[in-house]
Protein backbone atom coordinates (compact mmCIF):
# COMPACT_ATOMS: atom_id res chain seq x y z
CA UNK A 1 0.00 0.00 0.00
CA UNK A 2 2.92 2.06 0.77
CA UNK A 3 4.70 1.43 -2.19
CA UNK A 4 1.05 2.28 -4.12
CA UNK A 5 1.17 5.85 -2.29
CA UNK A 6 4.54 6.38 -3.33
CA UNK A 7 3.95 6.37 -6.80
CA UNK A 8 0.73 8.35 -6.91
CA UNK A 9 2.79 10.98 -5.23
CA UNK A 10 5.51 10.80 -7.03
CA UNK A 11 3.21 11.35 -10.27
CA UNK A 12 1.64 13.97 -8.96
CA UNK A 13 4.67 15.81 -8.03
CA UNK A 14 5.78 15.17 -11.94
CA UNK A 15 2.66 16.41 -13.02
CA UNK A 16 3.04 19.47 -10.91
CA UNK A 17 6.38 19.94 -12.27
CA UNK A 18 5.87 19.98 -15.73
CA UNK A 19 2.46 22.47 -15.27
CA UNK A 20 4.96 25.20 -13.69
CA UNK A 21 7.39 24.53 -16.91
CA UNK A 22 4.74 25.31 -19.12
CA UNK A 23 4.19 28.66 -17.40
CA UNK A 24 7.95 29.81 -17.44
CA UNK A 25 9.32 32.96 -18.91
CA UNK A 26 9.95 31.26 -22.07
CA UNK A 27 6.10 30.12 -22.24
CA UNK A 28 4.12 32.93 -20.58
CA UNK A 29 0.49 31.75 -20.23
CA UNK A 30 -0.83 35.60 -21.11
CA UNK A 31 0.26 37.59 -23.44
CA UNK A 32 1.62 41.00 -21.84
CA UNK A 33 -0.41 43.60 -22.87
CA UNK A 34 0.93 47.22 -24.18
CA UNK A 35 -0.53 50.34 -22.81
CA UNK A 36 -0.37 53.58 -25.04
CA UNK A 37 0.07 56.94 -23.53
CA UNK A 38 -2.38 60.45 -24.90
CA UNK A 39 -3.38 63.28 -24.12
CA UNK A 40 -7.25 64.71 -24.24
CA UNK A 41 -10.29 66.52 -22.62
CA UNK A 42 -12.86 65.06 -20.88
CA UNK A 43 -15.69 65.13 -22.44
CA UNK A 44 -18.44 63.06 -20.76
CA UNK A 45 -18.48 61.01 -17.82
CA UNK A 46 -20.51 57.59 -17.04
CA UNK A 47 -19.91 56.17 -13.62
CA UNK A 48 -22.65 53.76 -14.15
CA UNK A 49 -21.02 51.99 -17.13
CA UNK A 50 -17.46 52.78 -15.93
CA UNK A 51 -16.99 55.22 -19.23
CA UNK A 52 -15.22 58.33 -19.71
CA UNK A 53 -15.15 59.86 -23.13
CA UNK A 54 -12.05 61.78 -24.48
CA UNK A 55 -11.35 64.15 -26.99
CA UNK A 56 -7.81 63.33 -27.58
CA UNK A 57 -4.92 64.21 -30.25
CA UNK A 58 -3.16 61.18 -32.37
CA UNK A 59 -1.71 58.05 -30.71
CA UNK A 60 1.11 57.88 -33.58
CA UNK A 61 1.69 54.43 -32.00
CA UNK A 62 -1.61 53.14 -33.44
CA UNK A 63 -1.82 55.42 -36.49
CA UNK A 64 -4.83 57.03 -34.61
CA UNK A 65 -5.89 60.39 -35.64
CA UNK A 66 -7.40 62.68 -32.94
CA UNK A 67 -10.40 61.91 -31.86
CA UNK A 68 -13.39 61.67 -29.64
CA UNK A 69 -14.34 58.52 -28.62
CA UNK A 70 -15.44 56.34 -25.31
CA UNK A 71 -13.02 54.32 -23.69
CA UNK A 72 -13.77 52.02 -20.57
CA UNK A 73 -11.98 52.33 -17.05
CA UNK A 74 -9.72 49.78 -14.74
CA UNK A 75 -11.62 51.23 -12.29
CA UNK A 76 -13.86 52.89 -11.63
CA UNK A 77 -12.60 55.29 -8.90
CA UNK A 78 -10.37 56.78 -11.48
CA UNK A 79 -13.62 58.40 -13.02
CA UNK A 80 -14.01 60.45 -9.29
CA UNK A 81 -9.75 62.20 -10.73
CA UNK A 82 -11.55 63.92 -13.00
CA UNK A 83 -14.16 66.25 -14.25
CA UNK A 84 -15.55 66.85 -17.96
CA UNK A 85 -13.75 69.78 -19.43
CA UNK A 86 -10.35 68.85 -17.45
CA UNK A 87 -7.49 68.66 -19.74
CA UNK A 88 -5.78 65.08 -18.77
CA UNK A 89 -2.85 62.44 -19.67
CA UNK A 90 -4.09 58.93 -19.87
CA UNK A 91 -2.66 55.53 -20.23
CA UNK A 92 -4.97 52.72 -21.96
CA UNK A 93 -4.09 49.16 -22.72
CA UNK A 94 -6.25 47.63 -26.70
CA UNK A 95 -8.45 45.00 -25.61
CA UNK A 96 -9.49 43.03 -28.37
CA UNK A 97 -13.56 43.14 -29.34
CA UNK A 98 -14.04 45.91 -26.70
CA UNK A 99 -13.59 49.72 -25.98
CA UNK A 100 -9.78 50.46 -25.23
CA UNK A 101 -9.52 50.36 -21.49
CA UNK A 102 -7.94 53.24 -19.71
CA UNK A 103 -5.70 52.09 -16.80
CA UNK A 104 -4.95 55.65 -15.73
CA UNK A 105 -5.90 59.04 -16.33
CA UNK A 106 -4.89 62.28 -14.57
CA UNK A 107 -5.31 66.29 -15.05
CA UNK A 108 -2.76 68.04 -16.53
CA UNK A 109 -1.71 70.84 -14.14
Known amino acids: M ?3 LIVIFTTFL ?3 SLVSLANDAHHPSKEIQKS ?3 RGEVVALDAELSKVKLKHEPVLALNWPGMTMFFKVADK ?3 DTVKVGDQVDFEFVKVEGESPLVINIKPVD
Request: without cysteine; charged residues 10%; glycine residues 0%.
Open 2 to 4: NKI
Open 14 to 16: SLA
Open 77 to 79: SLL
Open 36 to 38: YSA
